[in-house]
């Protein structure tokens, strides 16, 4: 096939998958994926060097453009939203707080990781990555707890490493610290999870209204087949990269809060303390990020019994029934606790106080080891603790 003639029939795909009515078209998503995920390559390899080099950026932007609108449709199916940008303005979106909004730089970036992919099947999985980027500056964006709860817990986690990471406003400190950006890690680890669920998803919503056949079901099952396979050796990669750890989620509900460092100016740093510093030396940070209001009390950080208060009132006011967290159904009340487990878990000085309230002084006394920078930065906090009654933490400004 001649390199025209390729460049032909992906735009024509994509065209046509504009239009079209999703179950008229449905039965050729499949037949399009099939194609893009094997025969595009021996199409590709049958063309000169020159020619794969002269054509590659072109046939992939198209492969991405489709796989964009597969993409948004699946994105409309799970979380009943639309998806009106373009795939520029998505890589805004997701490299605005690493590379401070340099738009280019992020879309040649991602298009040149796209091209070693194993196959373009793999491509879906930087669009999902940046799609999970969209999800948590829409959580950065809410003003009112009965909206915040709609979104994972650990999302306010994912915040606090979100800012300290815009703080810095270079390409340096983002590179060392990928694999311990929570922000980064996330979407990571989400955009594998969906890349699995894209075709089941799909083909769910055709069978609400159309039977599939059993030629398509085998070519169902083939395409399904070689999209875990190519997820498998993701997985690897990524792992193999430190991309991709335990997940957020899951090393919030043990003990003791995550325990990693950063890079900086090349020494390591407490990534725990580090960030908590930060935002308590930046009360001004909750106009724009209103979720932060929960932690603080007139520019004063809310000690623990005045959160334990908060908490109360929010399970007195909130009426308890079953809500859907991203594809998870849990309780309005249970995404309540699990915010406040969070604020606390993930500021050094709540969570001794919490240990203190329990009487766990060994607790206390491991964390601490573990954490001796805790004790440099919050000497007066610790004395206050210890030593006086409890009263309004001072800003650290």
């Excluded at 096939?1 to 050729?28: A, C, G, R, S, V």
């Excluded at 890690?185 to 209204?209: F, R």
């Excluded at 099952?221 to 993701?234: F, M, N």
């Excluded at 919050?378 to 001072?394: A, G, T």
Aim: proline share 3%.
């Amino acid at each position: 096939m001649k390199q025209e003639e390729i460049i032909k029939q992906l735009t024509n795909k994509l065209n046509h998958l504009k239009k079209i009515d999703f179950y008229d078209y449905f039965p050729n998503i499949i037949e399009d994926l099939d194609y893009m995920s094997e025969k595009l390559w021996i199409d590709m390899k049958s063309l000169s060097e020159e020619e794969q080099v002269d054509s590659r950026y072109e046939i992939n932007e198209l492969v991405i453009s489709y796989f964009m609108e597969v993409i948004k449709i699946y994105w409309k199916e799970i979380y009943h939203e639309e998806v009106d940008y373009s795939f520029d303005e998505l890589l805004s979106i997701g490299g605005c707080a690493a590379y401070d909004g340099k738009k280019e730089r992020v879309l040649i970036s991602v298009i040149g990781l796209m091209i070693q992919a194993i196959n373009t099947m793999s491509y879906m999985q930087p669009l999902l990555h940046e799609l999970r980027h969209k999800k948590q500056h829409d959580f950065y964006k809410e003003d009112k707890i009965e909206n915040m709860i709609n979104y994972p817990a650990y999302f306010l986690l994912i915040e606090k490493h979100y800012l300290y990471m815009k703080k810095h406003k270079n390409d340096s400190f983002y590179l060392e610290n990928y694999t311990n950006l929570y922000p980064e890690l996330d979407a990571e680890e989400n955009s594998v999870n969906k890349l699995e669920e894209i075709i089941p998803t799909l083909c769910g919503k055709y069978q609400e209204k159309r039977t599939i056949s059993e030629e398509l079901k085998e070519k169902i099952i083939l395409l399904q087949r070689r999209i875990q396979e190519d997820t498998e050796q993701i997985k690897e990669d990524l792992k193999e990269k430190g991309r991709i750890q335990t997940s957020i989620s899951q090393e919030l509900l043990i003990d003791n809060p995550i325990n990693s460092f950063f890079t900086e100016e090349g020494r390591l740093v407490d990534s725990l303390v580090a960030v908590d510093f930060f935002l308590k030396s930046h009360p001004e940070l909750q106009e724009e990020y209103p979720i932060l209001k929960l932690l603080w009390n007139n520019n004063h950080p809310k000690s623990y019994q005045e959160l334990i208060v908060d908490k109360k009132n929010l399970l007195e006011s909130f009426p308890n029934h079953e809500i859907n967290v991203f594809g998870i159904t849990t309780t309005t009340h249970h995404q309540i606790e699990e915010f406040y487990q969070v604020i606390i878990k993930s500021d050094p000085i709540l969570q001794i106080e919490e240990w203190q309230e329990t009487n766990q002084k060994e607790k206390i006394e491991e964390y601490l080891k573990n954490h001796p920078t805790i004790l440099e930065k919050y000497s007066k906090e610790i004395q206050e603790l210890f030593l006086k009654p409890r009263q309004k933490r001072k800003s650290l400004t």
